[in-house]
């Protein structure tokens, strides 16, 4: 394989789970982890993507604090947050993690409805503040903060959620599969998501249908956790009805 088409490939994967793991990149490529570090070394150096410990995150990952950072697939992403915010009712108490999906939720929460969120995420924390009204109230959960994801992770983090039940929790997704469920590239960030979804009534995923069907090392949930999946394509599309075989409302 050509470097260029190697480098098309690390890049797509990027944007879609915004962060990847070396040895994930070097089996999906099928080169050793030097090739791919030095791939990830130039890509970084070119402003194509962030190299971190262990793999690379997308330039679009926490954009709260860049708003000229392009957003991969953002028109899929807002059409699926209008679809999202459809599911709020006024009163309620919501639990939302990051990604760029749930930020473009935030951005577009009716400010005229009385909520209540709970979050992990720093950069979620900072999205709901900047478009907060006098009816929103948001609470930062405290912990271990993850450089990378900026999401709050560990054992205080999951203790404190123990006291707390929510409405909806809108969990950042970067791996969903009917039959695998919902994984994580990163354990401690998976044992935070599962919190949240023992805290709340009602599980809600907002994702691109291009991350439907991937899976990765750590299991978060079965994909029948899921009350609602919520993408940019009709719920009668053929590549979602495995998930509605599994129980879950398609929106």
Known sequence: MQKSDRHQIILEEVQLHNRVLLTDLANILNVSMDTV????????????????????ISNGFNTYSDRSKEIFEQDSKVKIARKGISLLQNGDVVMISG???????????????????????????????NNMSNHHEVYLIGGKLSKESQLVTGGVSINSLTDITV??????????????????????IAQMKKAMINSSK????????KKLNTVNRYKICEI??????VTELDPDAEILKPYKSNGVNLV
């Open 99 to 129: 990604g760029s999906t749930n930020l473009e939720l935030a951005k577009l929460i009716p400010r005229k409805m009385d909520l209540t969120f709970f979050t992990p995420s720093l950069p979620m924390a900072v999205e709901l503040l």
């Open 167 to 188: 409405d909806i929790c809108f969990l950042g997704t970067g791996y969903l599969d009917y039959e695998k469920g919902i994984t994580e590239t990163d354990w401690e």
């Open 202 to 209: 009602r599980l809600i995923a907002l994702t691109i249908s």
């Open 37 to 56: 570090r030095r791939d990830i070394k130039e890509l970084d150096e070119l402003s194509k993507l962030r190299k971190v410990h262990g793999g690379a």
């Open 224 to 229: 029948n956790t899921l009350n609602d999946l």
